[in-house]
């Protein structure tokens, strides 16, 4: 026993939470139900909102993943574009993925956790994060459900027209793809036929989390949860690097990528609120 036998029982977990997940939109749709009824009364949540705001994020779910596989044709690209990226790194002298996955394959306990970090770090908090915001935080919630939306758009186009391999496919450069090997839950919540397996630029794995990271440590009274807030984009990070599925550079073009969304939604916001106030503005001009 080396003291991490607790993190060892990650890969039964990932069994029993890949059962769970075998209807993931019935279980995302139950907990909203369930979340939406234990606080209509303090947050005013009408059922109607939910639901209008359910056939934004549904509609959108699809598509994202949808339009990432139309770049699945130009498998030649990707990879070339892949060791574009390398030798970048390279030159950068921050290739260090292999160095750092090599140092983690020794224990299993670490590829536990960082499979289990990306699997299950993703989705399922970016959905207890967006619930929480929606019932909580109604005016946060447009904000950072747009800076979703405007990210994930201009994502879409570079996932199209820069398809880019990922590094568990450069076998070749010592990648290790950990997720396969151990965990069979991913397929579940993305299924094959979904993904676009060529989509490793930007990475909007790390970029989203850093959304829900902020979003969380800006509107929570708690200290707890504010450090929670910044340890997860720092832990999703290390964790599509060590389990191969992104580049270093992948993870800080999503990080801006995200930023980028954020500052667009801000405007936005702005924007509507000026034209909201305008008619106001004029009509007290009048008296």
């Known amino acids: 026993m080396d003291g991490c036998w607790l993190l060892g029982i990650l890969p039964a977990l990932d069994s029993t939470f890949l059962t769970a997940a075998r209807w993931p939109l019935v279980g995302a749709g139950f907990l909203l139900f369930i979340l939406f009824n234990w606080s209509r009364r303090s947050s005013g949540t009408t059922l109607r909102e939910l639901l209008g705001e359910v056939g934004i994020l549904i509609p959108?779910?699809?598509?994202?993943?949808?339009?990432?596989?139309?770049?699945?044709?130009?498998?030649?690209?990707?990879?070339?574009?892949?060791?574009?990226?390398?030798?970048?790194?390279?030159?950068?002298?921050?290739?260090?993925?292999?160095?750092?996955?090599?140092?983690?394959?020794r224990f299993d306990w670490l590829v536990n956790v960082a499979n289990w970090t990306y699997v299950w770090g993703h989705w399922p908090v970016i959905v207890f994060a967006a619930t929480w915001l929606f019932l909580l935080h109604r005016d946060a919630y447009s904000v950072y459900r747009n800076a979703f939306l405007i990210s994930g758009a201009v994502g879409l186009v570079i996932f199209y027209l820069l398809p880019v391999a990922p590094p568990r496919f450069m076998d070749a450069w010592g990648f290790v793809d950990t997720i396969t090997e151990r965990s069979h839950a991913y397929r579940v919540l993305q299924p094959p036929a979904f993904v676009?397996?060529?989509?490793?630029?930007?990475?909007?794995?790390?970029?989203?989390?850093?959304?829900?990271?902020?979003?969380?440590?800006?509107?929570?009274k708690s200290i707890l949860f504010k450090a929670i807030g910044i340890a997860l984009p720092v832990i999703m990070f290390a964790s599509i690097v060590l389990t191969a599925n992104h580049y270093i550079i992948d993870g800080l073009a999503g990080g801006a990528l995200a930023l980028l969304g954020l500052g667009g939604a801000m405007i936005l916001r702005e924007f509507m609120q000026r034209r909201s106030a305008a008619?106001?503005?004029?009509?007290?001009?009048?008296?």
Request: glycine residues 6%.
């Open 196 to 220: 676009n397996q060529y989509a490793a630029m930007p990475s909007l794995h790390f970029g989203w989390n850093l959304l829900v990271g902020i979003a969380i440590f800006q509107h929570s």
């Open 279 to 287: 008619p106001q503005t004029a009509l007290a001009g009048q008296h």
């Open 60 to 105: 959108a779910y699809f598509a994202y993943f949808t339009v990432r596989g139309l770049a699945e044709a130009r498998e030649a690209q990707a990879f070339h574009r892949a060791i574009d990226i390398i030798e970048l790194e390279q030159t950068l002298g921050i290739f260090w993925e292999p160095d750092l996955q090599s140092a983690i394959m």
